[in-house]
């Protein structure tokens, strides 16, 4: 609750009778002409208005916001509420979890710790595409998925009934940005708020990159790490710059052939090259009006491809004809009408809005398109796919080999230890980053379209006896997946009615793809039953495996054996086509080298012509049943049938019947052992729920900060050294020390999952915080991967980073990390901050930092320093093997936050070098954070008091 109001804004909106209390923003000045998603944050500070660390100045500065400034204001903002996926959200309960019982040792109440903010967990991103092109795939699927995640899904659903405003979404039920569009976003919330009720816009963080659906709802919000998802549940601002906004005009009307896909595709590739990472992009124009709210959310969701924080349209009649459908009471859709013209947040074309940069989209030009065959700003027409893909293939296949079938072609090892065993997801961030100066290989200048295949194809005989033979670009996987389309009515009718097409002209699906539907909500199979399109995806092999992401994070499944047996020795670069996000390589299954995105017609598409070396103009999928020829134009949707179609197979009682009881789950879920009471009971040989050690030992009131003695470095590293390279991510060996802790715990190799499946067990994160197999770290020379210089070890220095540091733990030696600039860049991470916490590091001195990883660092207690302006490790002449103090950081006691600390390295001849760090504690609020030993211990000590 605000605590200040120097504006004046609080009043009253009565909306049918109804009083609602606001926070006006046409007291500020410059509010008119800010972008609506700048509207939001400005909102967000006049009801957060403390004094402290919300104050007038910020409020000013927002209102008065110079569009062609860099930013370099730092405002504080306060998620209404919280969304998070399985895997990421883990971790977070375990931290709740763990709070509970802190809170019993220092004699208060366990009960009270509960999510201040409404939090929500949707449990989809562990179904794997085990079983597939049947009927029963659904629900094989399902079961092994409770048998490799029992232990976890006993721990959250103990959440579910433990926690107030804390609600789980059970697996089977859907994808978690689909059912958050169509069921969980607000658009605008309501709360009691001090005896009124109190109206304000929905704002949401979450777990998972792609949070950024909601922006097509007009829901501002975007994916974060776990740190900043518990500091928005627990009521704690983020701190962020105001941000540029990129103004995205839109016009015209999507033509005739393409689809949402299509455009969304195109929107990424030109975002892409103009550059938007870490601004917002608005959509305005009068081509908005023409976006339906399904197309508008696929363009939200893809906004960490293009790269932007935020990718925002503005709430219009399209947003409440879609919360109508949606099955949102007439009540709250009155509400977000009224609130939002009140305050200047609904769409006006003819308005002038302040943007940074702007630039402008005719959909009418938008044609068919895909991307690859590794990125998603990689796009191709699809009219000259084939002759793309025969550039492409020459980067995937090693040409100098003397014969294809030597099985030595450059092939990556798939020896038990190397396999990817599925996604560590999320992304985003989560942990689905990908540098954005990656760029794509060029293609060999002496390859020609002319020159064709650079094989022959390779006979293969199936157990059930199918014959064909598989070649370089094969479609191995046709995966209907994603939250990015399978939320699209169009784009998965479109699919149904060229199916059925394809069926009534006697074709069918390639014999050696891996077909699959995975839709967003379990309303996507209502309205295929209804429309009576079901069945004809079922004819060529579109099962529903699953409601989840499957395919797009990697939990493709495996390819048939004796496919990927041939894939592996011959070393063929197979492809995989899926209407998802990503395609990184590596990501979507181990044995496919060329992953292209496509829309779902396309998918379907490409399973027909099982290649992608494959022009669909001039190339037929088949015959029909008079032996002529049938080409895609034969068969593809009929733009005008496919919107009868929705008219006809979709209504609100969809909607509203299958979110009444989303909260439920199946008899699995419902059937789960779970243990009871305000704290949750652990199972000491758990190797995937264990209690955080992040309480161990706190006192009611904090002890004193105290100056750095003696400390030893853990890493040297250099620039643009990525959160990527600090947290754990992705499958691991049997030698490392993460595989070795779960050896000795008795888990086979074939059960060690991945890190990101293990983020609730804080001893598997450890050991592969640092771990990264590209990391390079200064103390050792050329030298890659998770290892340092022990200095506790003279006789053999060489060491992995983990066991390194609990030699110096049982020396009583703190540690710090020297790096470079740009440190913590990608993806916002939590374990990047928790690893290296628990790891005993206590300061990371850097060049610079980036902003939510340098923010990560304090909220677990890490002291952020930055090398004097102009110098660096090298500049001052260190090289990491000092040892080191630092000085003057007792001043945070007094409530003071220091400009600068003494820094001083003594070199192993006793000379040594001393600097001034800068303190990067930027704000009072992180000043407190860092003196209480980290985010959940400040929290957990105000909520006891």
Known sequence: MSTVDSFGAKGVLNVNGADYEIFRLNQVKGYQSLPYSLKVLLENLLRHEDGENVTAEHITALGSWDETAQPTTEIQFTPGRVLMQDFTGVPCVVDLATMREAVEDLGGDPNKINPL?????????????????????????????????????????????????FKVVPPGMGIVHQVNIESLA??????????????????????????????????????????????????????????????????????????????????????????????????????????????????????????????????????????????????????????????????????????SEQLELDLSTVVPSISGPKRPQDRIELTDAKEQFRKDIHNYVDETAAALGDGTNGRVDHSVDETFPGSDAPAHTPDEAQDPADKPRPADPSATPAEGRPSQPVPVTMPDGREFHLDHGAVSIASITSCTNTSNPNVMLAAGVLARNAVAKGLDQKPWVKTSIAPGSKVVTDYYEKSGLIEYLEKIGFYVVGYGCTTCIGNSGPLEEEIAQTVQEQDLAVTSVLSGNRNFEGRINPDVKMNYLASPPLVVAYALAGTMDFDFENDPLGQDSEGADVFLRDIWPDPAEVQQIIDESIDTDMFTSKYSTIFDGDHRWQNLKTPEGATFTWEPDSTYVRKAPFFEGMEMEPAPVSDIEGARVLLKLGDSVTTDHISPAGSFKSDTPAGRYLLENGVARKDFNSYGSRRGNHEVMIRGTFANIRIKNELLDGVEGGFTRDFTQPDAPQAAVYDAAQNYQQQGTPLVVLGGKEYGSGSSRDWAAKGTRLLGVGAVITESFERIHRSNLIGMGVLPLQFPEGESANTLGLTGFETYSISGITALNEGEIPDTLKVTATAEDGSTTEFDADVRIDTPGEANYYRHGGILQYVLRQLVK
Not at 120 to 144: K, L, P, W, Y
Not at 200 to 206: H, K, L, N, R, S
């Open 186 to 355: 607000r658009v605008v919330m309501t709360r009691a708020s001090g005896g009124a009720l109190q109206a304000y816009p929905d704002t949401c963080v979450g777990t998972d990159s792609h949070t950024t659906m909601e922006n097509g709802l007009g829901v501002l919000g975007w994916g974060v790490g776990g740190i900043e998802a518990e500091a928005a549940m627990l009521g704690q601002p983020i701190s962020m710059l105001i941000p540029r906004v990129v103004g995205f005009k839109l016009t015209g009307e999507i033509p005739a052939g393409a689809t949402a896909t299509d455009v969304v595709l195109t929107i990424t590739e030109k975002l892409r090259q103009h550059g938007v990472v870490g601004k917002f992009v608005e959509f305005y124009g009068q081509g908005v009006a023409k976006v339906p709210l399904a197309n508008r959310a696929t363009i939200g969701n893809m906004s960490p491809e293009f790269g932007s924080t935020a990718a925002m349209f503005p709430v219009d009649e399209v947003t409440t004809e879609y919360m109508r459908l949606t099955g949102r009471t007439e009540e709250e859709i009155a509400l977000v009408e009224a609130y939002a013209k009140e305050q200047g947040m609904w769409h006006d074309p003819d308005r002038e809005l302040r943007f």
């Open 117 to 165: 903010a409404p939090a929500e967990m949707v449990i989809d991103h562990s179904v794997q595409i085990d079983a597939f092109g049947s009927a029963d795939a659904i629900e094989r699927n399902m079961d092994i998925e409770y048998q490799r995640n029992g232990e976890r899904y006993q721990f959250l659903r103990w959440g579910q009934t433990a926690f107030e405003n």
